[in-house]
């Protein structure tokens, strides 16, 4: 078991066991981060995961190593669908605002903002939309209509997801009810040991036979 204990600030006090860090990555080996991704963010993660589920060997360590890749893999894929449906609807918008009669470049314009999530801008075409009798419901619709493919794709990316971390924490939970029981048998091993121990020093010590042509007697 990895276990470090000439370490200071860079310690891992988790589980009641010191692990140092840097030993400790070379364990896990080194994350899958796109570029951009900030290495700080992710080991933070990593922390808060391992200080709430407390891995005590080193096969816990790699599930609690999976599982933080998940989370942030998570965090992604939400993150990218609300981007490309907010790309979508900015199409949509754009296409509505073109069929009630706002000018190419006007409408070009107020997409661009709607997608950059500019309030006043989503107020102003809200405004304009209902006045010719139209709603978000109808932008919603167009995007369904021409994107719920692709939707539909990150959809099933982030249950797939979802169900791959309820895996890895059933494992978790499998690992440390097969420990216990490792536990519970040495346990019961080594009082069974200490009873027959117990019971041989009280035994009553039965004396050799008498070797009778040692004692017999000359005539």
């Known amino acids: 078991m990895l276990k470090i204990t000439n370490v200071d600030h860079s310690k891992?006090?988790?589980?009641?066991?010191?692990y140092n860090k840097a030993d400790l990555k070379r364990l896990l080996g080194k994350p899958a981060l796109r570029p951009g991704d900030d290495p700080k963010e992710?080991?933070?993660?990593?922390?808060?995961?391992?200080?709430?589920?407390?891995?005590?060997?080193?096969?816990?360590?790699?599930?609690?190593?999976?599982?933080?890749?998940?989370?942030?893999?998570?965090r992604h894929l939400r993150t990218?669908?609300?981007?490309?449906?907010?790309?979508?609807e900015a199409d949509a918008v754009k296409e509505l605002l073109l069929?009630?009669?706002?000018?190419?470049?006007?409408?070009?314009?107020?997409s661009m903002r709607w997608f950059e999530n500019h309030a006043r801008t989503i107020e102003t075409v809200l405004k304009k939309l209902k006045k010719a009798g139209k709603t978000r419901d109808d932008i919603n619709l167009i995007v369904m209509m021409h994107h719920s493919d692709e939707i539909s794709?990150?959809?099933?990316?982030?249950?797939q997801n979802e169900l791959s971390r309820i895996?890895?924490?059933?494992?978790?939970?499998?690992?440390?009810?097969a420990a216990l029981k490792r536990e519970l048998m040495n346990q019961a091993l080594s009082k069974q040991e200490i009873k027959a121990d117990y019971h041989k020093d009280e035994m009553?010590?039965?004396?050799?036979?008498?070797?009778?042509?040692?004692?017999?007697?000359?005539p």
């Open 167 to 177: 895996q890895i924490r059933r494992e978790l939970d499998r690992q440390r009810e």
């Open 99 to 110: 069929k009630i009669g706002v000018d190419d470049l006007q409408a070009s314009k107020l």
């Open 12 to 18: 891992y006090p988790i589980g009641g066991l010191s």
């Open 153 to 159: 794709l990150f959809d099933q990316c982030i249950a």
């Open 42 to 74: 992710y080991w933070l993660l990593f922390e808060a995961l391992a200080a709430s589920l407390e891995p005590h060997s080193q096969i816990e360590w790699l599930l609690v190593s999976d599982l933080c890749h998940l989370e942030w893999e998570h």
């Open 80 to 88: 990218r669908r609300i981007q490309l449906e907010s790309y979508f």
């Open 204 to 218: 009553p010590q039965v004396p050799a036979p008498r070797n009778s042509a040692i004692e017999h007697s000359s």
